[in-house]
C-alpha cells in the first residue's frame, strides 16, 4: 500500500514551458485535492476533485488546470510556467464520509520555474 | 471564504516545557480542526484531530481545545522532546472536506 505519490520529485522549468505533475492514490479515496506551500507559508489549495470526471477551483486556482480521467489519479497543469509558479506542491486525497475527514498527502514536487 | 490565523509564527522552548500554538477562524460553518506536523522536507501528517461536537481531545502528550462560541481553537504540547521540533498547521474544514490552514508555527526545542 503506497498510499498517496507523486510524479516527478523535483522539476525545473523555464518560463513559458509547460508540465504535469502526477498524483495517484491507492485507498480508493474519492476526494482529491493539489495544494502549493512557498516559503514560510501554510498550504495553499488550487484545484480539487471530489469523484471521478469532476474537479473545482480551489484558493489560488489561475495559471493551473487540472484533470482526474481515473478515480486513482489526479493531474495538475501547467500551460505556461511563470516565476511564481516556483513552489512545492503537495497532492492529497481523502474519504467522503458523513463530514470532513483526514487528508492524506502526498511527498510533494519541488518545481522551480527560472 | 474561510480565514484561519495561527500564532505564534515561532516558538521555542526547553525540553521539557509545554508548547501552546493558538489558531482562530473566521467561517462559522467550519466544523473540522485537524493539526499537521511537518518536519523538514517531509509531507505534512495528521497528528490529531477534533470536531465541533468537541471540546477537548487528548492524545499522549498531545490535546486540543476548540471554542466554537469564539472560533478558535489550540494545540498543546506537553513534556516536549527534541523531535517535537518542526513546523505545525491548523486548518479548518466544513462540508465539501475542503480545508483551509493557518500560516504555520515553527517549534524548536532546546534539549
Known amino acids: 500500500n503506497a498510499g498517496v505519490t507523486q510524479t516527478p520529485k523535483f522539476r525545473v522549468l523555464k518560463t513559458g514551458q509547460s508540465m504535469t505533475l502526477l498524483c495517484a492514490q491507492d485507498m480508493n479515496h474519492e476526494y482529491m485535492y493539489w495544494y502549493r506551500q512557498d516559503p514560510g507559508m501554510g498550504l495553499r489549495l488550487i484545484h480539487y476533485s471530489v469523484g471521478e470526471g469532476t474537479t473545482a477551483k480551489g484558493e489560488v486556482p489561475d495559471g493551473y488546470n487540472v484533470s482526474r480521467l481515473k478515480k486513482q489519479n489526479f493531474l495538475l497543469g501547467l500551460e505556461s510556467a511563470a516565476p511564481s509558479q516556483t513552489s512545492v506542491y503537495f497532492c492529497a486525497s481523502s474519504f467522503l464520509l458523513a463530514g470532513p475527514y483526514e487528508q492524506y498527502f502526498g511527498p510533494g514536487t519541488r518545481l522551480t520555474v527560472t | 471564504g474561510e480565514n484561519v490565523e495561527q500564532h505564534p509564527s515561532t516558538l521555542s522552548v526547553q525540553e521539557g516545557d509545554s508548547a501552546v500554538i493558538k489558531c482562530t477562524y473566521s467561517?462559522?460553518?467550519?466544523?473540522?480542526f485537524p493539526w499537521y506536523k511537518q518536519e523538514l522536507g517531509k509531507r505534512p501528517q495528521l497528528i490529531i484531530d477534533?470536531?465541533?461536537?468537541?471540546g477537548e481531545k487528548k492524545d499522549q502528550r498531545i490535546a486540543v481545545t476548540l471554542n466554537k462560541t469564539a472560533k478558535h481553537f489550540s494545540l498543546h504540547i506537553t513534556e516536549t522532546q527534541p523531535e517535537d521540533s518542526a513546523v505545525y498547521f491548523c486548518?479548518?474544514?466544513?462540508?465539501?472536506?475542503?480545508?483551509?490552514f493557518g500560516g504555520g508555527t515553527r517549534v524548536l526545542v532546546k534539549p
Open positions: 477534533i470536531r465541533s461536537n468537541v
Open positions: 467561517d462559522s460553518a467550519s466544523n473540522y
Open positions: 486548518a479548518a474544514g466544513a462540508a465539501g472536506n475542503k480545508l483551509t
